[in-house]
C-alpha cells in the first residue's frame, strides 16, 4: 500500500466514491459509476486510486457479534506502570496479537490505552481478563466498562462533498 494522499488530493467526485463506498461496499463499478455520475472506466480509474494511495484501505463484511459467538463487547481502559519503549513496544505488540481486542488505541494522558474487547460472554471475558490482559508487560491498572448497547455502531467516516 502506497503513502496516503493528501487530504486536499481527494476531490469532490472521489468524496462521492468514497461515500457510496462506505454505504455499500459490494456495489459494482457499473452502479457506482451511475450513482457519482461517471462512465465505468474512470470510476474505475479513480476508485484504483483511492486503493492505491491508501485512502481506501480495504473491503469487509459487518457481522453480528452474537451470531458469530463475539456478541459481549467491553471498553477497557489501561493504565501503564512502566512507559519505558521497549514496555509499551512490547505491550502492544501482544495487544495486536490478541483476537479478543478488536480495537485499540494508544492515548494522550490517562489511560494510557482503550481497548475494544468482543467475546462471547461474561465467563469468557473474565477468562481473557485474568489469563491475558492482568499479565501484560508494564500494566498498572485495568479497568472493564461493559457495554449495554451500541447506540452507534461503527458507520464509518464522515465525506463531505
Known amino acids: 500500500m502506497g503513502r496516503v494522499a493528501?487530504?486536499?488530493?481527494?476531490?469532490?467526485?472521489?468524496?462521492?466514491?468514497?461515500?457510496?463506498?462506505?454505504?455499500?461496499?459490494?456495489?459494482?463499478?457499473t452502479e457506482l459509476a451511475d450513482?457519482?455520475?461517471?462512465?465505468?472506466?474512470?470510476?474505475?480509474?479513480?476508485?484504483?486510486?483511492?486503493e492505491e494511495s491508501g485512502v481506501i484501505r480495504g473491503y469487509r463484511a459487518l457481522l453480528n457479534g452474537a451470531a458469530v459467538g463475539r456478541g459481549f463487547q467491553a471498553f477497557v481502559t489501561v493504565v501503564m506502570r512502566y512507559e519505558?519503549?521497549?514496555?509499551?513496544?512490547?505491550?502492544?505488540?501482544?495487544?495486536a496479537g490478541m483476537p479478543e481486542v478488536v480495537e485499540a488505541h494508544r492515548l494522550f494522558g490517562d489511560p494510557d490505552f482503550l481497548l475494544r474487547v468482543a467475546v462471547a460472554d461474561l465467563a469468557a471475558y473474565e477468562r481473557f481478563y485474568s489469563e491475558a490482559l492482568s499479565g501484560l508487560p508494564g500494566v498498572a491498572q485495568v479497568t472493564s466498562h461493559m457495554a449495554m448497547k451500541a447506540i452507534k455502531p461503527d458507520t464509518g467516516l464522515l465525506v463531505t462533498p
Do not use: K, M, W
Not at 41 to 48: D, E, F, M, Y
Not at 84 to 95: G, K, L, M, S
Open 6 to 29: 493528501q487530504y486536499c488530493a481527494v476531490d469532490r467526485i472521489d468524496r462521492r466514491i468514497l461515500q457510496e463506498l462506505q454505504r455499500d461496499g459490494r456495489l459494482s463499478n
Open 35 to 50: 450513482r457519482v455520475g461517471l462512465t465505468p472506466s474512470p470510476c474505475l480509474r479513480r476508485v484504483r486510486q483511492l
Open 84 to 95: 519505558d519503549h521497549d514496555t509499551v513496544a512490547e505491550f502492544e505488540r501482544q495487544v
